[in-house]
Structures are given as structure tokens and as C-alpha cells.
């Protein structure tokens, strides 16, 4: 899989990529991460890339045209399956959303800065608007580092344990099961029987029913879908 991320700090968008999973999966060549200076791509001498809105209104708005030369250099390169705008008021990631984005060969990613971007910009270049969650960020940078995380360790063959994404929050609509490990008591907690009963069936038959009862009272919501 190809990532190309294009932002305006793409500063901020270097350690996510250079630590634990992330960078194993790049070193692995599992996936290529690509950052792009939306400011290589302006043609003024002051390198704008932003302008007051038409018809007033506090903020600046995000130009089209860097925007729009910096997404055809890398269309006219390779085919893009998605080209994803990080935004509040867009859809809010899930791991179904996680799931599917981690099956694609090349996305794009375009971070919002300011007030956001020129609407033009949403209508004509891209494909998906992805928010991660009910706040606004001051730019889509942290929101595009949270959604490369979450797609990234779904790829194939980057998780050691081929299974453990599986038994992830959300895979099945359900939240984790508790985990223990050592010590077997701790200030007289003990860690359930049952995981020492060497009984593989029952174990995950105890996990099963742990993650029902863990989803039924903290998100009954993911229940009814
Ligand atoms: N940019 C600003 N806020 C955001 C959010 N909640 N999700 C994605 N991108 C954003």
C-alpha cells in the first residue's frame, strides 16, 4: 500500500511513522508512507496556500490550485483508489471504515488547515471526508496520523500474530475481553479459573461471553447495528 499525505506541517507528521509498528511495517515494505509540502506546490513568491473567504467571515480558506497541483503530480504517476479529506464534519472513522481503507493500494490524504478548504477543492478532488471524532483539531495532521495507525496495522502481515487484530475492539462489533497476565494474584486479585484450565473451547466461549457482557454495558450501541 502507498499513503501519499499532503499537509502543511508535514513536521508534525514525521514520529508517528518513525516508531513501533508503523516503522516495522515500512521497513518491511509493507507500506510507503509519502509526505508532501503543500507549499512546494504554490507558484507566488510568499508560497500562499491560503486567502480571506469571499463574502467576509473570520478565517482563512485553503486555495485550490496547490492543492489541485500537488494531487495531479501524484495522479499522473499512479492510479488513486481514494483521495481522503481530514475534516470535522466528515465521517466519523470506525473500524469497518479502518478495514476497508487497509485493502487499498494507493490513497491520498489531504490535511484542512484554518477554516478548512475551498468547497471547489471538496467537489471536484476528493473522495472521502473522514473526521476522527466529535472536536475540531487545529489541522487534519493528528486526524490523518490516527487513521494511518488504524489502517496500517490492519494490512496484512504487519501484526506479528496474523490473529490479534482480530480479536481487537470493534472486529465483530464487539469490545476486547479482559487479558491478564502475570502475577496469577495480585493484592488478592486473582486472574478467573478458567484461564488455567488449559480447556481451549471454554476459555474462548468465557471470552466471548466477557466481550458481550463488556459491549452490553459500555456501548450498547454497537449491539443494535
Ligand atoms: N480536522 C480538524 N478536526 C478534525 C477532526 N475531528 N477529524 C479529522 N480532521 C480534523
Known amino acids: 500500500m502507498r499513503i501519499d499525505i499532503i499537509t502543511v506541517l508535514p513536521e508534525l507528521l514525521k514520529s508517528p511513522f518513525e516508531a513501533s509498528i508503523l516503522k516495522r511495517a515500512i521497513s518491511a515494505g509493507l507500506v510507503e508512507v509519502h509526505l508532501h509540502n503543500l507549499r512546494d506546490y504554490t507558484t507566488d513568491n510568499y508560497k500562499s496556500i491560503d486567502d480571506t473567504q469571499f463574502g467576509g467571515g473570520a478565517g482563512m480558506v485553503m486555495m485550490i490550485e496547490p492543492i489541485d497541483k500537488c494531487i495531479s503530480q501524484l495522479k499522473a504517476a499512479r492510479t488513486y483508489d481514494e483521495v481522503i479529506y481530514m475534516t470535522p464534519d466528515g465521517k466519523t472513522l470506525n473500524q469497518g471504515m479502518a478495514n476497508t481503507l487497509s485493502l487499498k ?68 462489533n464487539l469490545l476486547a475481553p479482559p487479558i491478564y497476565t502475570k502475577p496469577r494474584e495480585y493484592k488478592g486479585m486473582k486472574v478467573p479459573e478458567i484461564l488455567f484450565s488449559g480447556h481451549f473451547a471454554k476459555i474462548e466461549k468465557w471470552r466471548e461471553d466477557k466481550a458481550y457482557e463488556h459491549t452490553k454495558e459500555r456501548r450498547p450501541d454497537l449491539l443494535e447495528d
Open 105 to 172: 493500494e494507493n490513497i491520498i490524504i489531504l490535511c484542512g488547515h484554518y477554516k478548512g478548504v475551498d468547497q471547489r477543492v471538496r467537489d471536484l478532488l476528493i473522495t472521502k471526508e473522514i473526521s476522527i471524532g466529535d472536536y475540531v483539531l487545529s489541522g487534519g495532521e493528528l486526524g490523518a496520523a490516527v487513521l494511518c495507525d488504524a489502517v496500517i496495522r490492519l494490512i496484512p502481515g504487519v501484526l506479528g500474530n496474523e490473529t490479534s487484530a482480530l480479536t481487537d475492539s470493534f472486529q465483530d
